[in-house]
């Protein structure tokens, strides 16, 4: 896979977003330093009780993975820990038909 270096000059930009852009920034640290109490617009989010359920069920399984790393580090120094001769004769294997 070969990647080509594209050269991006300012030229293709167009100088009303250049205009654009300075106007809100100045808008907005016109905004930042207003601290007078005077009714503006504020940000704020809302999460939806689907990504907060998502959330909930990516820490779950952080936490089942923590749990499983600390188990199998704390049998590796116990010197308890059992690895099938099975298990790793078939990643072995399925390692090598895989290979592209």
Do not use: C, P, W
Not at 18 to 40: E, F, M, V, W, Y
Not at 44 to 50: E, F
Not at 52 to 81: D, I, P, W
């Amino acid at each position: 896979m070969n990647i080509d270096r594209i050269n991006i000059s300012s030229q293709g930009i167009d100088r009303s977003q250049i205009a654009q852009k300075a106007d809100l920034t100045r808008t907005n640290s016109t905004n930042s330093t207003n601290q007078t109490g005077a009714t503006g617009d504020s940000d704020s989010v809302a999460v939806s009780s689907k990504a907060a359920e998502m959330n909930r069920l990516a820490n779950s399984v952080n936490q089942a993975r923590t749990e499983r790393f600390n188990k199998v580090q704390a049998e590796l120094e116990a010197g308890t820990y059992a690895v099938s001769a099975k298990d790793i004769a078939q990643k072995l294997v399925d390692a090598n038909t895989k290979q592209d």
